[in-house]
């Protein structure tokens, strides 16, 4: 079965420190990949996706994810944390059916200054 | 741009009682979905529509969730008696075709007491 596992419940970085926050799939094709990033009473905004191609994505707010087949891994980076990054992030493959997401449990990431 | 768009943003009610979650996706998109969000379970996909049909509804917990998209730009998520574990968050996410991300609505935060 798919699944998505996000290894780290809680995280909490300084300020301009360098961010990874890890994702593993179980997915039998070529896997499409979400990040989005949840902030407290908000939905789900999407930060990035890799469908194809470069294994490495950029995305918005500075994110980057580099999808990764030999790990089955789909980590995500940004190499300096401002405060306003303090939310939850969530990752995220395109199930079988071609339509649904399976999301991971989610990372919250704190910012201390 | 118009976003998903999703009402009430908060509603409590007593156990029993009917409630109506409601959703207008993105103009345009062809798929819907519903998930839930809780602790203890994190992101779960309840349903989706694909050109207004249900697809998949194996996610909707029992017979007192039930969902409807009566056209293009309306969805409804009915649950019908309410229990207090169906206290969560609900949100409400569209699609369009192709190699597209899912966008998702601000959410319903729904409380049973």
């Known amino acids: 079965a798919q699944s998505v596992t996000q290894p780290d419940i809680h995280i909490t970085v300084s300020e301009g420190a360098s961010l990874e926050l890890r994702c593993n799939y179980s997915?039998?094709?070529?896997?499409?990949l979400f990040w989005y990033v949840q902030s407290p009473g908000q939905g789900l905004q999407l930060l990035l996706k890799y469908f194809s191609g470069d294994t490495l994505v950029q995305g918005i707010k500075g994110f980057e994810a580099e999808f990764k087949r030999s790990q089955s891994s789909f980590n995500l980076r940004k190499p300096s944390v401002h405060w306003s990054d303090a939310a939850e992030y969530f990752c995220a493959v395109l199930g079988q059916a071609g339509t649904a997401l399976i999301f991971g449990k989610g990372t919250t990431l704190s910012v201390s200054s | 741009d118009a976003g998903v768009i999703q009402s009430p943003r908060h509603e409590v009610t007593e156990m029993g009682q009917e409630v109506t979650l409601r959703c207008k996706p993105i103009s345009g998109h062809n798929s819907l979905f519903w998930y839930r969000q809780t602790m203890m379970r994190g992101l779960e996909l309840l349903i989706y529509?694909?050109?207004?049909?249900?697809?998949?509804d194996s996610g909707m917990p029992e017979d007192r969730f039930s969902a409807k998209m009566p056209n293009a730009s309306f969805s409804t998520l009915k649950i019908q008696p309410s229990e207090p574990r169906d206290s969560a968050v609900y949100f409400c996410?569209?699609?369009?075709?192709?190699?597209?991300?899912?966008?998702f609505g601000d959410g319903t935060r729904l409380s049973i007491l």
């Open positions: 529509f694909n050109n207004n049909v249900p697809i998949d």
């Open positions: 997915y039998g094709a070529t896997p499409y």
């Open positions: 996410a569209s699609r369009g075709q192709g190699e597209q991300p899912q966008h």
